[in-house]
């Protein structure tokens, strides 16, 4: 028997003996887009920024240089010798540490928001997927409900009536975001419940829930981890327009859209860097988490293959 | 010479497909679709039964409702004389040690994520939970070995191998829990006529070793012909015709029967000259509108008043050779 499969050709069963997982596959295609490996390393650069931002900070984001005060259109603007490599704010405090402070925020807000997002809503359309029939219906049909009140509306709401808390801002993107997130874990739970392997394991006697963990949830990683980082971006979106509207983090903390905010406003006066360094930190962020969300749907879009 | 004993005795078996279910308000005509309606045989230890029909006409139904993938409406699937269709989830998970399948698309049945020796160990894993790491690698190797395939290739994924070489890993988790009864539902259906010949024949050989039964299903009478002790030819969700295989190729008695074999094509021989008067029109009624009577006689060429107003049941013409037809072709014996 065992010369039957060494004589059957097109396939080379010598070497290592250790085989390429989908995921090493996927890897190798990532890494041969060259705009997505490009972002991936100046998102590394941004987060660093973030991280260790603050020990290259001349002034502390909370102090205010009395010296520019006076006249910060023609004395406030970015230079190495007084140390305000971004220039200040319309306050007088560094604005470099203000960057580096609502980059920290955004990016809490945009990796914690669609960490909940993705959890939540892959287990609830998982489980609405694999269950079927009336279960299935009726977690659908509270989603389709939840996903037609218009979510910025409430969202405003929650925050006059509330008042203005990260903790709130959190729960309540969180609480909009997943929805989207479990329909596409559903549809997906659908077509690879019908599988062959899944019946073969059915049939073995393997118990449910070991099914969802073992056969559905791994095939479903690939277009979690995609989903995942196009994610990121809206939630920093969805963050810096509340907080642009003036109802999102409250000072002494800011965030990307509150400085754009304030740069905005006092742009008339000349100040053209309050608005530009926040915003391009904001905009090549964004741009980045689109490029690697695109390099990773092309590696591991399994059509492709 | 002493009879093998009955493993599996299914009897009377229907599977019924709900159509038409309730609309938002209020309940709408239940209707069914009867895609198995009332099937009965026995499979003896070591043997093999190939269940033959066309496309639609309820094999992988019928398969599926014995080890209960899709729920049986009535009747009683005796394993060992237990019934399975009583048993708790429990109870059941623990007769699937017994009861493996084989599946059609090789490719497909094997998780991609997983490799090649994770697979083979899925069923082990699952029903001895507490066996030693390396114990589950010896008989892991153990049985890739058996089925062909070198121990190198354990770390390895599906998508790096052919067909054929996925389907013997199919079978290798089939046979690690060294079960007594085989499903194959087409497991040779998509591979090329060469590797079919290799899978078939290792199937064979591990038949003989492990004493295994199997219920072999497939549309090529011819794979059919080589592997099966007995035959069940399937129509519509019924049984028309069974019998040894060698007698039902020799004497097909029902019209179907011999439809089915006049169209295997034959490089060798020269077509018979009733060829086409054998063949049979038309396509497979409706599951949902079965005819009256018997249920071919929309395409038979012999049909009568009588088949029209009453199914012919199921009656034994020979030794071991049943047929449901009121006019089958007579057997020479």
Known sequence: ?305 | MTTPETVLSVNDVKVYFKFGTTGLFGKREQRYVKAVDGISFDIKRGETLGIVGESGCGKSTLARAVIRMVPAHAGRVLWMGEDLLELDGEAMRDKRKDLQMIFQDPLASLNPRMTLGQIIAEPLKTHFPQMPKSEMREKVAAMMKRVGLLPNMINRYPHEFSGGQCQRIGIARALILEPKLIICDEPVSALDVSIQAQVINLLMDLQKEMNLSLMFIAHDLSVVKHISTRVMVLYLGNVVEIADSDDIYANPSHPYTRALIAAVPDLDKAAPADRASLMVDGELPSPLSPPSGCPFRTRCPLVQDICVSEKPPLTETASGHSVACYFPTASPH
């Open chain 1, 1 to 305: 028997m065992s010369d039957t499969a060494i004589a059957e050709p097109g396939h080379e069963i010598e070497g290592s003996g250790q085989g390429r997982s989908l995921w090493q596959d996927a890897r190798r295609r990532f890494l041969q887009n060259r705009a997505a490996v490009i972002s991936l390393i100046v998102m590394i650069l941004i987060a660093l920024i973030a991280i260790f931002g603050p020990l290259f900070a001349a002034w502390n984001n909370e102090e205010v240089d009395w010296n520019v005060l006076g006249d910060i259109a023609s004395m406030g603007g970015p230079s190495i010798e007084n140390g305000h490599y971004f220039g200040v704010d319309e306050l007088g405090r560094d604005l470099y540490a203000r960057v580096v402070q609502g980059t920290q925020v955004s990016l809490m807000v945009g990796v914690i928001g669609s960490l909940i997002a993705v959890t939540f809503g892959t287990l609830y359309g998982a489980t609405a997927g694999y269950v079927g029939g009336r279960t299935d219906n009726i977690m659908m049909r509270l989603v389709d409900i939840l996903m037609s009140i218009p979510y910025m509306f409430v969202l405003i709401l929650l925050l006059v009536v509330f008042g203005r808390s990260m903790w709130l801002l959190f729960v309540g993107i969180g609480l909009i975001s997943w929805l989207e997130m479990s329909r596409i874990v559903r549809g997906q739970t659908l077509a690879l419940k019908s599988k062959e392997y899944v019946e073969a394991a059915l049939a073995t006697g393997v118990k449910h829930r070991v099914i969802v963990t073992r056969h559905i949830i791994p095939n479903l990683m690939g277009i979690i981890v995609i989903y995942a980082t196009l994610l990121v971006p809206q939630m920093i979106l969805t963050e810096s327009f509340i907080s642009f509207l003036g109802l999102g983090v409250q000072e002494p903390n800011t965030s990307w859209g509150a400085l754009i905010s304030e740069g905005a406003s006092t742009l008339q006066y000349g100040t053209y860097w309050q608005l530009v360094f926040p915003l391009a930190f904001f905009i090549v962020t964004l741009f980045c988490f689109f490029f690697i969300g695109d390099g990773l749907r092309d590696a591991l879009d399994p059509k492709d293959r």
